[in-house]
């Protein structure tokens, strides 16, 4: 202990490179006017995107896809191999026509509320499965809400 007061601890010390940038959303609410050079310059002074890539869009992937460095290395890809993109459409189409077929069985009427709940519960994890895959657009719940929707 020397005496000196240190400078109040303060966030920005450890969050330097957050706050040195801004997002461009940001840069160009400050100048509405902006013109197309300025905007492209901002792009350079904006957060970045991340340099390494983006997960794969297989859930169960951990590989990272990053943008085409040079012209020719081809198409950004969303799935770091066609192998992660079979499986990945598979998998959905599986938890689609599971989610489905449930559906259907719940709703036939000699299905018990018991079951209606075991079955909306399996429903209900097949929905929070397939929310990590991409171009999948289904209904919402139509009857219960997935948890403490219990009526009587
Ligand atoms: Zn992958």
């Given at each position: 202990m020397d005496g000196t007061t240190p400078n109040a601890?303060?966030?920005?010390?450890?969050?330097r490179d957050v706050l040195m940038t801004r997002s461009l959303e940001t840069l160009m609410a400050a100048e509405p006017d902006a013109t197309a050079p300025r905007v492209l310059e901002m792009l350079d002074e904006c957060v970045p995107l991340e340099k390494k890539g983006y997960r794969c869009l297989n859930p169960t992937c951990t590989e990272l896809c990053a943008w085409p460095k040079l012209r020719g290395q081809g198409r950004p890809k969303l799935f770091c191999s066609k192998t992660c993109r079979q499986q990945h459409d598979r998998v959905r189409d599986r938890l689609i026509a599971e989610i489905n077929g449930l559906e259907a069985v719940r709703d036939r009427p000699g299905t018990t509320r018991r079951q209606g709940e075991d079955l909306s519960s399996a429903i209900?994890?097949?929905?929070?499965a397939l929310a990590r895959y991409a171009g999948v657009s289904f209904d919402q719940p139509r009857d219960n809400a997935p948890e403490g929707g219990r009526r009587k």
């Open positions: 601890p303060d966030q920005r010390d450890d969050r209900g994890q097949r929905r929070w």
